[in-house]
């Protein structure tokens, strides 16, 4: 809540010196007017007008003077806000007394919200990440189940919950989903989310200000830490440890920790032992990257969102080119929207294929056959030539199906010339490799990861 042009710029200069925990706290929610000589910063409650006077006040004024370029400005404080200012233009004698309770009872009367949803709390949650938009599917039904859970039981049903795999498959939508489930149902409740570099970020600075102990209240106090990409923690330690104390203190009375992560947690070099472990104590689920079925319906509700109609066969062909990322997929559909909309051309499949031409075919140069069985051979540690040999023991037909399967899922290559590819098959041959994998994906775990490893390698 900034007005004041002034006291934008005091706000801009503070940015370099507070955390942004301490802006978010104290700062951003101070409303400012200028009247006569007077910068009149008008906090929501007694409480944040408190600590700003023992905590910034003499800062702030130093600041307004170094940004006004002299020192003619006064500056007060008190409990307000802007709209019982903007009827009642004079400042009161007493700055923060006065006039106290019934800017108070204003605020409270516009505001439905409990007053403990003050700002004190930014929760930085996306109101458009929610459960009704996120499309379920097989590779996130478990992710989605657990994060309903958590959501309607917060801090008693998987604590921590930790949400992890590839890059843009809806971790980040699925923790934002539950803050704003958490909020619908208690208005009120703290919920924080941040990226783990903002974190980090945070502590350093509250370490330069000797404002650890503060850093250390906040993020105690919250009913849910919602903690994005995890992995940056991996080689700082002094975070770690922060972080190790603020997760125990959490997880012992019951506030939730939701956390996520590129891979799982046990793989992440660099992070302790001990918070690997402690991660563990909740419920860790993966995200997979969706079928074809679960991209098509993303499209879909994607385009209905947008209001455009999008042909289920222009769906289908997005989705089948564009596998292993949902931010991709959104992307493609983003920019044959833009396109249909700048040549007021209907969205056909031939119109699509034009749309998103280099976009694909950049992507063929990546994923093609030669490289699918190269890194099948690699991963499996057999030759490529054995893909292509007529050797029919398990340890090189099963890898031979799996690049076959691949072949599939990732080239726009016909099953007879993937059938070719492999040592001059018949497209029976892969129609049935496809066929078994599909089994033992539902079957065999370790298949299922092998197949997705391949996947997120060849794709990422
Ligand atoms: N099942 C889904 N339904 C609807 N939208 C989805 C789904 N999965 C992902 N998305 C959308 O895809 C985009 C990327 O998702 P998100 O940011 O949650 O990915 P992420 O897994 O957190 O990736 P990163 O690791 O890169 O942060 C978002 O716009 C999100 O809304």
Redesign the pocket.
């Known amino acids: 809540m900034v007005s004041s042009a002034l006291w934008q710029q005091c706000v801009a200069r503070l940015e370099s010196e507070l955390s942004e925990q301490q802006l978010n706290t104290w700062i951003r929610p101070l409303h400012a007017v200028e009247e006569e000589g007077v910068l009149r910063l008008l906090a929501p409650n007694r409480f944040v007008l408190d600590w700003v006077k023992d905590h910034f006040f003499q800062r702030i004024g130093q600041v307004v003077t170094e940004t006004a370029g002299h020192d003619d400005v006064r500056v007060s404080l008190e409990v307000g806000s802007g709209r019982k200012t903007a009827s009642s233009p004079r400042a009161p004698e007493r700055p923060d007394a006065g006039a106290t309770r019934s800017a108070e009872a204003t605020r409270e009367a516009a505001d439905p919200r409990p007053a403990a949803s003050s700002p004190q709390f930014t929760n930085n949650l996306n109101p458009n ?1 929610t459960f009704v ?5 097989k590779s ?1 039904q478990l992710a989605r189940a657990a994060s309903l859970q958590v959501a309607s039981n917060v801090g008693k049903a998987y604590n921590p919950l930790f949400l992890y ?1 590839g ?8 923790m934002h989903a539950i803050g704003n489930a958490m909020l619908d149902q208690n208005p009120a409740a703290k919920v924080v989310y941040l990226h783990s570099e903002r974190f980090v970020a945070d502590m350093i600075k509250a370490l330069q200000h000797n404002s650890i102990d503060e850093f250390k209240r906040y993020y105690r106090s919250v009913d849910a830490l919602l903690i ?2 995890i992995q940056f923690f991996a080689g700082k330690e002094r975070s770690q440890e922060e972080f190790f104390h603020t997760f125990n203190a959490l997880l012992e009375s019951q506030q939730q920790v939701i956390l ?1 992560c ?1 891979r799982y947690p046990r793989e992440v070099d660099g992070l302790e032992d001990r918070l690997k472990s402690r991660f563990g104590w909740g419920l860790t689920v993966a ?1 997979e990257p ?1 079928e074809l079925e ?1 991209r098509v319906a ?1 499209l879909h ?2 385009a209905e969102e947008s209001g455009v109609e999008l042909p289920n066969e222009v769906a289908f062909f997005v989705a089948k080119r564009i596998r292993s990322n ?2 991709e997929l ?1 992307g493609a559909l983003r920019r044959v929207i833009a396109n249909a909309h700048f040549t007021g051309r209907p969205i056909t499949l031939d119109f699509a294929k034009e749309a998103l031409h280099d976009l694909l075919a950049l992507q063929d140069k990546l994923v093609t056959i030669d490289n699918i069985q190269k890194t099948v051979a690699e991963y499996y540690k057999i030759r490529v030539s054995d893909l292509h040999s007529t050797r029919r023991s398990r340890s090189i037909t099963r890898p031979r199906q799996v690049a076959m399967a691949l072949a599939k899922e990732l080239t726009s290559h016909s099953l007879p010339e993937i059938g070719k590819a492999f040592g001059g098959r018949d497209h029976t041959t892969v129609i049935h490799a496809c066929r078994k994998v599909e089994e033992l994906r539902e079957s065999d775990a370790r298949i299922n990861e092998d197949f997705v490893n391949l996947l997120r390698t060849l794709t990422s």
């Open positions: 990440f938009n996120f499309v379920e599917g996130n795999g890059t843009g498959l809806g971790k980040t939508h699925l994005d990409d996520t590129d995200i969706a679960t993303i509700r994607k949902i931010r959104e």
